[in-house]
């Protein structure tokens, strides 16, 4: 099982500094853990979209290409890139290029994201929602399978024997599906064959096996292989010495965020209760010491029919830089060979 990081690059708000200087610190910290992840043998670490104060990920090709100068083996993805917002041919360009740039380590995974931001700031309806992805999606996965492309759609002028470049080192390059709770998004990815990233930050994973087995059957009925169909999970986590120091060291974070949060969407405010039950034997979250959470792992695989790979998304508790290095080291070093052996 591959095992990873996601970052949403938090923007560090303490006015002990300017915000553009925290904001210059706050990369080059995440550069920093990047590279440590890459030291520690992680497998893949993403990089998220959003366009808020809070985060600092608008560009996260940028971000990836900055990273693929410092590291060596590590896979660099977005996580996701929200494609529904996007220009098809610049995405594929500027990931063809990081691919170039890291020697075959590009990936991407494409959704249509959390927050609505990008819309209004793009110049898209929110009404066009589902239209704009599906086109979109057609669109760049014929970009990938052709150097040269005829297209036409409602959203995008039209393509006419038009060359897309650089190509990537990877042929394919990698696109996974990042879906929520959507049936319609696990069948889409099963009938195009492709890998499946499931965003799962509540309630409980094994209720996902229902949604997982529409991908499959769906896969499996339009042709593919199982080893095309793979899936992978995006978890909130966080890994500490023990199960007590991880509690400590999240929850308080993470409560001030997801109340923040919750406040724009109309969820109740965090609990100690709630977090406990999401950090139980079946809860979405990963957040406990390298064996409890190794174990979790296992469950939520299991529960699932097999998983190919796994990300943690830990900057949503303001942790220290030391904290997340001290995390990421841990589930390099402990967590993944516990997983894996």
């Given at each position: 099982?591959?095992?990873?990081i996601?970052?949403?690059?938090a923007?560090?708000?303490?006015?002990?500094?300017?915000?553009?200087?925290?904001?210059?610190?706050?990369?080059?910290e995440?550069l920093?853990?990047?590279?440590?992840?890459?030291?520690?043998?992680l497998d893949?670490?993403?990089i998220?979209?959003?366009?808020?104060?809070?985060f600092?990920?608008?560009?996260?090709v940028?971000?990836?290409?900055?990273?693929?100068?410092?590291?060596?083996?590590?896979?660099?993805?977005?996580?996701?890139?929200?494609?529904?917002?996007?220009?098809?041919?610049r995405?594929?360009?500027?990931?063809?290029?990081?691919?170039?740039?890291?020697?075959?380590?590009?990936?991407?995974?494409v959704?249509r994201?959390?927050?609505?931001?990008?819309?209004?700031?793009?110049?898209?309806?929110?009404?066009?929602?589902d239209?704009?992805?599906?086109?979109?999606?057609?669109l760049?996965?014929n970009?990938?399978?052709?150097?040269?492309?005829?297209?036409?759609?409602?959203?995008?002028?039209a393509?006419?024997?038009?060359?897309?470049?650089?190509?990537?080192?990877?042929?394919?390059l990698?696109?996974?599906?990042?879906?929520?709770?959507?049936?319609?998004?696990?069948?889409r990815?099963?009938?195009?064959?492709?890998?499946?990233?499931?965003?799962?930050?509540?309630?409980?994973?094994?209720?996902?096996?229902?949604?997982?087995?529409l991908?499959?059957?769906?896969?499996?009925?339009?042709?593919?292989?199982?080893?095309?169909?793979?899936?992978?999970?995006?978890?909130?986590?966080?890994?500490s010495?023990s199960?007590?120091?991880?509690?400590?060291?999240?929850?308080?974070?993470?409560?001030?965020?997801?109340?923040?949060?919750?406040?724009?969407?109309?969820?109740?405010?965090?609990?100690?209760?709630r977090?406990?039950?999401?950090?139980?034997p079946?809860?979405?979250?990963l957040?406990?010491?390298?064996?409890?959470?190794?174990a979790?792992i296992?469950?939520?695989?299991?529960?699932?029919?097999g998983?190919?790979?796994?990300?943690?998304?830990?900057?949503?508790a303001a942790?220290?830089?030391?904290?997340?290095?001290?995390?990421?080291?841990?589930?390099?070093?402990?967590?993944?060979?516990?997983?894996?052996?």
């Amino acid at each position: 099982m591959e095992i990873g990081i996601d970052s949403f690059a938090a923007a560090d708000l303490s006015e002990d500094k300017s915000n553009v200087v925290n904001s210059a610190q706050s990369i080059e910290e995440l550069l920093e853990r990047i590279e440590e992840a890459d030291k520690s043998g992680l497998d893949i670490f993403g990089i998220g979209e959003h366009h808020r104060k809070e985060f600092l990920d608008s560009a996260p090709v940028v971000i990836l290409s900055a990273a693929a100068a410092r590291t060596k083996r590590i896979r660099l993805t977005s996580a996701v890139t929200v494609l529904s917002a996007a220009d098809p041919v610049r995405v594929f360009q500027n990931f063809a290029t990081l691919d170039l740039i890291s020697k075959g380590r590009a990936e991407m995974v494409v959704g249509r994201g959390s927050f609505i931001e990008s819309f209004p700031l793009f110049g898209y309806d929110l009404n066009d929602y589902d239209e704009l992805f599906t086109e979109k999606l057609n669109l760049l996965l014929n970009i990938r399978d052709n150097e040269i492309v005829t297209w036409s759609g409602k959203f995008r002028p039209a393509l006419k024997n038009q060359a897309i470049y650089p190509r990537p080192l990877q042929n394919p390059l990698p696109i996974w599906l990042g879906v929520g709770g959507t049936p319609e998004s696990f069948i889409r990815a099963g009938k195009l064959g492709m890998p499946l990233m499931v965003a799962v930050i509540g309630g409980e994973t094994r209720n996902f096996a229902p949604l997982v087995s529409l991908y499959r059957q769906a896969g499996t009925a339009a042709g593919h292989s199982p080893e095309k169909l793979k899936v992978g999970l995006h978890s909130l986590g966080y890994v500490s010495n023990s199960t007590e120091e991880a509690i400590e060291n999240y929850y308080p974070g993470y409560a001030e965020t997801f109340t923040r949060i919750g406040k724009e969407r109309g969820w109740p405010p965090v609990t100690r209760e709630r977090f406990e039950a999401q950090r139980g034997p079946f809860g979405a979250y990963l957040v406990g010491s390298p064996e409890e959470v190794a174990a979790k792992i296992l469950r939520h695989s299991e529960a699932l029919g097999g998983i190919s790979r796994i990300t943690f998304q830990m900057d949503n508790a303001a942790l220290p830089h030391s904290k997340l290095l001290q995390s990421i080291k841990l589930i390099g070093k402990e967590v993944a060979p516990l997983v894996n052996k």
